[in-house]
T-cell receptor, first 114, second 115 residues
């Protein structure tokens, strides 16, 4: 399985500010995914990030609010822009395994917006 | 529209008992069905996964049963232990281009195993 790290692990931010979350993988992967898990809830896909192309966003999520970068095959960032308390969630990145037959998650970034 | 329905929402089982969690899906194009285990403050960890070409898959104490015609799959945890106490999520996706694609998750089941 891939080893995935995320930074920061948690943060407390003020309303109206932005936070960039980093996801680093120990091997090259084609696709990376960003999910949101609101408190006590399930996971919802925000967007899919392929290296060298624009991220693909799911319904309800827009690039202006959640810009994503994917500069290479081992790294991606998700920015949560102009934050409000409703953005308080755990943000998780995930990747496909080398063979593409499994999907693994990072430890998550716990974001609290005051 | 919820494409993956999971039940029960919570489950209490005695140590040594069998825990059973059920999921139903709607999209017949789904071809990948994983189960994830999540402990508080941690990311989901892949537990076991199945594809529609088999009806059952077993790994240690964990078994997935899959019923393609009923569009249902379930997780069975045999000899449940207090260390199994966690939240379990089923998911489904349609794989494409060598990827498992975008996972659609159920709402989760909080399992508590009593000693």
């Amino acid at each position: 399985s891939a080893v995935i790290s995320q930074k920061p692990s948690r943060d407390i931010c003020q309303r109206g500010t932005s936070l960039t979350i980093q996801c680093q993988v120990d091997s090259q992967v084609t696709m990376m995914f960003w999910y949101r898990q609101q408190p006590g809830q399930s996971l919802t896909l925000i967007a899919t990030a392929n290296q060298g192309s624009e991220a693909t966003y799911e319904s309800g999520f827009v690039i202006d609010k959640f810009p994503i970068s994917r500069p290479n095959l081992t790294f991606s960032t998700l920015t949560v822009s102009n934050m409000s308390p409703e953005d308080s969630s755990i943000y998780l990145c995930s990747v496909d395994s080398y063979l593409g037959n499994e999907q693994f998650f990072g430890p998550g970034t716990r974001l609290t917006v005051l | 529209q919820q494409q993956v329905k999971q039940s029960p929402q919570s489950l209490i089982v005695q140590k040594g008992g069998i825990s059973i969690i059920n999921c139903a899906y709607e999209n017949t194009a789904f071809d990948y069905f994983p189960w994830y285990q999540q402990f508080p403050g941690k990311g989901p960890a892949l537990l076991i996964a199945i594809r529609p070409d088999v009806s059952e898959k077993k790994e240690g104490r964990f078994t997935i049963s899959f019923n393609k015609s009923a569009k249902q799959f379930s997780l069975h945890i045999m000899d449940s232990q207090p260390g199994d106490s966690a939240t379990y999520f089923c998911a489904a996706s349609k794989s494409y281009g060598g990827s498992q694609g975008n996972l659609i998750f159920g709402k989760g089941t909080k399992l508590s195993v009593k000693p």
